[in-house]
C-alpha cells in the first residue's frame, strides 16, 4: 500500500519534515518514491505540490491522519479533519483492598 506521509529532516531541535509518497511498510528513514512537499513548522511555511498529491490520491495513496489535516487546512482536499490523539498512558486502577473476615476467637 502506498501512503504519504511526513519524512523527518534537518538538525536536533529544529525540525523540518518532507512529504513523501512511500510504502507504508517502509521504515522513516527509508528511500521515498517522490517528493511532494516541505513543512517547517518553525518557519511556519508549507509548500506542496498539490497537482502531483491529487494525482497519487487518485491512484490510490492514502495520505496519514496528519497529511490529511494538512491537506484540508491548505485547500487541497475537501472533508472533515480526522482526530489525531497521542495515545495516554493507562491509569492503574487503584486495588481496592481485599475484606479480610473477622474471626471470633474460640475458647
Same mark, same amino acid.
Given at each position: 500500500?502506498?501512503?504519504?506521509?511526513?519524512?523527518?529532516?534537518?538538525?536536533?531541535?529544529?525540525?523540518?519534515?518532507?512529504?513523501?509518497?512511500?510504502? &507504508?511498510? =517502509?521504515? %522513516?528513514?527509508?528511500?521515498?518514491?517522490? $517528493? #511532494?512537499?516541505?513543512?517547517?513548522?518553525?518557519?511556519?511555511?508549507?509548500?506542496?505540490?498539490?497537482?502531483?498529491?491529487?494525482?497519487?490520491?487518485? &491512484?490510490? =495513496?492514502? %495520505?496519514?491522519?496528519?497529511?490529511?489535516? $494538512? #491537506?484540508?487546512?491548505?485547500?487541497?482536499?475537501?472533508?472533515?479533519?480526522?482526530?489525531?490523539?497521542?495515545?495516554?498512558?493507562?491509569?492503574?486502577?487503584?486495588?481496592?483492598?481485599?475484606?479480610?473476615?473477622?474471626?471470633?476467637?474460640?475458647?
Amino acid at each position: 500500500m502506498i501512503i504519504i506521509r511526513l519524512q523527518r529532516v534537518g538538525k536536533k531541535h529544529t525540525a523540518t519534515f518532507r512529504v513523501v509518497l512511500t510504502e &507504508k511498510t =517502509a521504515g %522513516p528513514r527509508r528511500k521515498y518514491l517522490e $517528493l #511532494l512537499g516541505n513543512v517547517n513548522r518553525k518557519m511556519k511555511t508549507v509548500s506542496l505540490k498539490k497537482d502531483r498529491i491529487l494525482y497519487w490520491i487518485s &491512484k490510490g =495513496a492514502q %495520505p496519514s491522519d496528519t497529511i490529511h489535516n $494538512l #491537506l484540508i487546512s491548505q485547500g487541497v482536499i475537501s472533508g472533515a479533519k480526522k482526530p489525531v490523539h497521542k495515545i495516554s498512558k493507562k491509569v492503574p486502577v487503584a486495588a481496592t483492598p481485599e475484606v479480610v473476615p473477622e474471626t471470633t476467637p474460640t475458647v
